[in-house]
């Protein structure tokens, strides 16, 4: 989604606020856009459609200069993907950059245009400019003051950065909604959305809370919240360490995802190492109070979205199985409007590998004024706003994830799940064993991921098959169907091609129909209760002359025949079989992606992080 980054400083900035879009291009953006304020105050703006760097080739042919600026990557939201509608806006001196969406935007215009204003964009942002200069000419006065003004006008979830020409020694940031932190420099200081943007200048930041709104100058921040107060908010060191920066880093690897991909065996054995002491699952970071709490716990409900959605579906089956306790999964954006009824003595969990997607943010706030016993949180980013309005974290250790499409962070978010379940399981005094077994099915899951990530090329050759096709299917049962959807989903995202996942017994109650010798049909089989069901779907494929593609672990027996490719993976035990299994998954559509040429690390209109509901 939409990236902010802002400076005020005695240095020139330019390459700053360049260097900022860049670290927010995995978030997704269709375009991107600067203005920066030079010696005579007068306003240097480039936007460009597309990429950070033909901007960056612009800003060079331009020689931008000056100590206060701000950028932009802009995730289209009202407006067509048009230079035009690049961000940033501006109304004669006053510049607007923002994250967000203006509900009412469409009513303002129009109060906007009788009263002089027409707008050059089709975009939301603008009319914020026109306001502020509205105000300004007819009331005067500091910036910060005008903001105030305006804010009772706007509805939605928005954060947006103002500069004016008239008074280039500052900005005003605005977050409501969506994030904004403060960067803190020495005789300078930065704002962006993300603090990724801003660490190549300071690692002291300050997070803004909701309805906040700050003045930054080069010396000062001062911070109203939304009453009005001034306000003081803690500044933080960064807990982005050296470790995340190799995260970042590309290394051999021709794209993020396949670098994430090829990082789970490491990133799985953190996240386990981090949750085992003494041969014993540890939750230290939920306190010392934990287990009061968690042997209240009667039911679980946990939201998401997304990829997010299919860890909480394949926990759902463990929770339920395993520690006996009833679970609800539901999608964020779904929740948030419906009337839900809490269930007794119920926990709230959410995952989210960003902390910041609207929909989920938006169902923990909700659900927080509805009586659940507390929320827990399974995030990868420690500062995050869903980590920070959490009662209780439970941190992925996946490092940052850059590819738009979710893969290691999702299969971390399944190890902890189940490192978590096997917890509850201890403390409701159910089953010794399980937790030895968890323990020593997650020890052997890396290795096994490594002889996955040795079948390379061979899924590379299998995804030829797939570069002409519009359609294809995804079956699996039990945990593994919602590994199906997950591979499915991840399909679609980035080679575009239409993709679905159906729980393997529903075949002949519809998407049977689709199938005949043009139909890739994908398959996922474990050797669990339902292999000889899945067998019989396989068959129901095979003689409708479905185009078969057998995940299976080695020691399953399948009858051959010319339709049929068989995947052969390494046995695993069954309670971590859908984090092994995703791993081919992801393969697949990495290369099918990779044959099509689509744009693999960041698919069209997709982010990152999705601040918008
Ligand atoms: C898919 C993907 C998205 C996210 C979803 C939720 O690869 O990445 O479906 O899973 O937008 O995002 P988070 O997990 O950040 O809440």
Redesign the pocket.
């Known amino acids: 989604m939409c990236g902010i980054i802002g400076a005020v400083s005695t240095r020139n900035i330019t390459d700053i606020l360049l260097e900022g879009l860049r670290q927010l291009e995995y978030r997704g953006y269709d375009s991107a856009g600067i203005a920066v304020i030079n010696n005579q105050n007068n306003l240097q703006l480039i936007r460009k459609l597309g990429k950070v760097n033909i901007l960056a080739e612009a800003v060079k042919h331009n020689s931008l200069h000056g100590g206060t600026g701000v950028a932009h990557t802009r995730w289209a939201t009202h407006g067509n993907l048009t230079e035009i509608n690049a961000h940033p806006h501006i109304s004669s001196n006053i510049i607007v950059v923002h994250n967000g969406i203006i509900e009412n935007f469409q009513s303002l215009r129009q109060k906007l245009f009788k009263k002089g204003y027409t707008c050059v964009s089709d975009t939301d942002t603008e009319i914020i400019a026109h306001l502020v200069h509205f105000e300004q000419y007819q009331q005067g006065g500091k910036l910060e003051k005008i903001i105030k003004m305006i804010i009772p006008q706007l509805s939605g979830n928005y954060s947006i950065v103002i500069m004016d020409c008239l008074n280039p020694e500052l900005l005003v940031a605005v977050r409501s909604g969506s994030p904004l932190i403060i960067g803190c420099g020495v005789g300078e200081n930065f704002i962006a959305s993300d603090q990724r943007a801003l660490l190549q200048v300071t690692s002291r930041f300050i997070f803004l809370e909701d309805g906040d709104i700050a003045e930054i100058t080069k010396t000062t921040i001062k911070i109203w919240n939304k009453i009005g107060q001034i306000v003081e908010r803690p500044e933080t060191l960064s807990k982005i360490n050296n470790n995340e920066e190799l995260y970042q880093k590309k290394n051999n690897f021709c794209h993020y995802m396949k670098k994430e991909i090829f990082e789970q065996p490491l990133v799985i054995k953190n996240t386990i190492e981090s949750h085992i002491n003494y041969g014993m699952i540890t939750m230290a970071e939920l306190g010392p109070d934990i287990n009061i709490l968690f042997s209240k716990i009667k039911h679980i409900k946990i939201i998401?979205?997304?990829?997010?959605?299919?860890s909480a579906m394949v926990s759902r089956y463990w929770l339920e199985e395993l520690a006996e306790l009833p679970c609800d999964v539901e999608i964020?954006s779904e929740f948030i409007y419906r009337q839900s009824i809490v269930q007794k003595n119920s926990l709230l969990i959410t995952?989210?590998?960003?902390?910041?997607?609207a929909?989920?943010l938006s169902a923990l706030r909700l659900a927080k004024k509805m009586g659940y016993l507390g929320s827990l949180t399974i995030?990868?980013i420690a500062s995050s706003t869903?980590v920070r309005e959490s009662d209780l974290v439970l941190i992925t250790n996946a490092g940052i994830e850059i590819g738009?499409?979710?893969?290691k962070?999702?299969t971390t978010?399944l190890t902890l799940l189940l490192i978590f379940v096997a917890y509850i399981v201890r403390l409701r005094k159910m089953n010794n064993i399980l937790e030895k077994n968890i323990i020593e099915a997650l020890a052997n899951l890396p290795n096994r991921i490594e002889k996955i990530l040795l079948l390379d090329n061979y899924i590379k050759k299998l995804a030829q098959a797939f570069i002409n096709k519009e359609h294809a299917l995804y079956l699996g049962r039990g945990t593994l169907y919602p590994i199906a959807m997950?591979g499915a989903?991840?399909l679609k995202?980035i080679s575009y091609i239409h993709a679905e996942a159906y729980a393997a017994g529903e075949l002949k109650h519809g998407p049977l129909a689709l199938v005949d010798e043009t139909m890739p049909v994908i398959i996922i089989a474990s050797n669990n209760k339902f292999l000889d069901k899945i067998k019989l779907n396989i068959e129901e494929v095979r003689i409708r002359g479905g185009q078969l593609y057998i995940f299976a672990e080695q020691n399953i027996c399948l009858t051959k025949s010319n339709e049929m490719k068989i995947i052969s993976l390494p046995n695993v035990e069954e309670l971590v079989a859908p984090i092994l299994f995703t791993i081919p998954m992801q393969m697949l559509a990495y290369h099918i992606a990779l044959i099509k040429g689509t744009n693999v690390d960041q698919p069209r209109n997709?982010?990152?992080?999705?601040t918008v509901e």
């Open positions: 998401a979205c997304g990829t997010s959605y299919h964020a995952i989210s590998q960003s902390g910041e997607t929909d989920t995030c990868n869903i738009v499409a979710s893969t962070t999702f978010q997950e989903l991840k995202e997709l982010a990152k992080c999705v």
